[in-house]
């Protein structure tokens, strides 16, 4: 935690009085906070800044003197569209793009994707995934984050205004177009789950506005190519 992210019903009078067990947990056997201790805080779609602690028990821990001056980092103009992943690699990838700081999370079914993963608990833990991402990196603002459980209409309605005015790529280990570096436009980066896009998928992304591209000839892990591919077209 690089900040603790305050939510503003936390704050009153200029006081944020925190309960939750996760927080008080990381205030006192991580952080080992006492009282006149400050700590760096942001307050959800808000500003940054730091708080003095003024009062810590196991049960509670106030926080005042709180100065909020700084904007959050901005985002880096990237819609990422992925292919609905295994549960435990979701967990990670989200909390990647929120960390990496991506403008806009589309979660979408695909042939490769098990109709089971959207009952997956990770729904319900949503939330706390992006609140992690946001105290990892610095950041008070959560990206958009939207499911499309259904691959045709979303790309054949949606996608072509969505790529409209920016570099719209599709992740495809066996384009012959190797993935841009450093693009200085907006992007939309479309990624498929494990095993990828069929043909047919491909092919319908390709008419709806995107250009296939690799990152060589190795076959990489959704969770590996990612934020490879981030770091590489945002750099």
């Not at 076959?219 to 945002?234: K, Q, W, Y």
Request: a negative charge; hydrophobic letters at 45%; one cysteine or more.
């Amino acid at each position: 935690m690089n900040l603790l992210l305050l939510e503003p019903t936390d704050i009153c009078d200029q006081h944020a009085t925190l309960t939750d067990l996760r927080r008080l947990k990381h205030i006192h056997e991580t952080l080992k906070l006492k009282v006149g201790d400050s700590i760096k805080i942001g307050v959800r779609d808000g500003l940054k800044g730091s708080a003095q602690v003024a009062e810590i028990t196991p049960e509670r821990v106030v926080l005042s003197d709180m100065v909020l001056d700084t904007q959050p980092p901005a985002k880096i103009p990237l819609t990422l569209v992925l292919a609905l992943p295994r549960p435990l690699v979701l967990r990670r990838l989200i909390t990647d793009a929120v960390t990496m700081g991506v403008e806009r999370l589309v979660l979408l079914n695909s042939r490769a994707v098990e109709k089971s993963y959207w009952q997956s608990q990770v729904f319900d833990e949503l939330q706390q995934i992006v609140v992690l991402g946001l105290e990892q990196a610095g950041d008070t603002i959560a990206p958009i984050i939207e499911l499309r459980p259904r691959f045709r209409p979303f790309v054949e309605d949606e996608l072509p205004a969505l790529v409209e005015g920016k570099t719209a790529i599709v992740a495809h280990p066996y384009a012959t177009q190797v993935a841009p570096i450093g693009l200085t436009s907006p992007c939309v980066l479309v990624v498929g789950a494990e095993g990828g896009f069929i043909p047919f998928e491909i092919d319908l992304l390709e008419k709806s506005g995107c250009q296939s591209v690799s990152l060589g000839q190795r076959i990489l892990r959704t969770e590996t190519a990612v934020p490879l591919l981030i770091g590489r077209l945002m750099r």
